[in-house]
């Protein structure tokens, strides 16, 4: 599962280093955020496409998901890119969740959701969990992986317990910062706070100091450029038992892609 990846610099960092990856390691499915792939803000369906071509086998999203229109009826025809689920259902393109098949055969759900603790007061992530997982006509797989987009630790912290035992993983993105808190709950489920994200390492969370120091300094508003140079690589492995959903063991991968 792959953290936030941002602008044109994470992307080829991502092809970069993502095929050599799932060989060596033997990955059998992948998540990536690409909710900052378009120009640091956004999604297109050429930038979706780059990054399924590349190897991701599922695109999760957050709030960005929604500042480039064109991605709008791509998220209607594509099983592959998902946006938040409790954004609800009224009007809104898309879905929240999907069910795939990985490399080795095993059937697995992917759930996207976002918090609300300093963002868009959306429907309950909580309480939309829970009506998936409880109220659904059919059961989904036992392997079920929650992207968590979210700002507080502490809601992420709490949605990780609440859903223990009840999914596989819940992995926080949308900070862009990694976290080092990585671990498998007391009832199976592994969690980190924060992936991190795939971008520009001299940067502020992906992003041309320039472009951020004057919102700091003086408070005047600034256009955003997504940074340059080495890029770092943010990921976490997740070792699943397909039969029970328990996950066996989270390894955070870095790794340092000079331009």
């Given at each position: ?89 009224h009007d809104v393109p898309g879905r929240g969740w999907g069910i795939y098949q990985a490399l080795d055969g095993t059937d697995l759900a992917v759930v996207n959701l976002q918090g609300r603790t300093y963002m868009q007061p959306i429907d309950n992530p909580f309480t939309e969990a829970d009506r998936l997982l409880d109220e659904g006509s059919e059961p989904l797989p036992p392997v079920r992986l929650v992207d968590f987009h979210c700002e507080i630790t ?106």
């Amino acid at each position: 599962m792959i953290g936030d990846v941002i602008g044109k610099p994470g992307r080829l960092a991502l092809e970069q280093l993502l095929p050599g990856l799932r060989d060596e390691r033997g990955i059998d499915f992948v998540t990536a955020n690409g909710e900052n792939l378009a120009g640091g803000m956004g999604l297109t369906p050429s930038t979706a496409e780059a990054l399924l071509a590349a190897g991701v086998d599922v695109i999760t999203s957050g709030n960005h998901i929604w500042d480039k229109k064109e991605i709008y009826p791509y998220l209607e025809r594509s099983e592959r890119v998902l946006r938040p689920l409790n954004y609800g259902t009224h009007d809104v393109p898309g879905r929240g969740w999907g069910i795939y098949q990985a490399l080795d055969g095993t059937d697995l759900a992917v759930v996207n959701l976002q918090g609300r603790t300093y963002m868009q007061p959306i429907d309950n992530p909580f309480t939309e969990a829970d009506r998936l997982l409880d109220e659904g006509s059919e059961p989904l797989p036992p392997v079920r992986l929650v992207d968590f987009h979210c700002e507080i630790t502490s809601e992420k912290n709490a949605l990780g317990l609440y859903l223990d035992g009840r999914v596989s993983a819940v992995v926080g993105t949308h900070t862009h910062v990694v976290t080092g808190d990585e671990r498998i709950l007391p009832r199976g489920t592994a969690y980190q706070s924060d992936l991190g994200m795939t971008g520009p390492l001299w940067s502020v969370i992906g992003f041309e100091p320039r472009t951020v120091l004057p919102r700091f300094i003086n408070a005047l508003p600034t256009r955003f450029e997504v940074g340059e140079g080495p890029v770092v690589f943010n990921a976490a492995q997740i070792d699943i038992d397909p039969a029970t959903g328990r996950a066996l063991a989270i390894e955070r991968i870095q790794r340092l892609v000079e331009p």
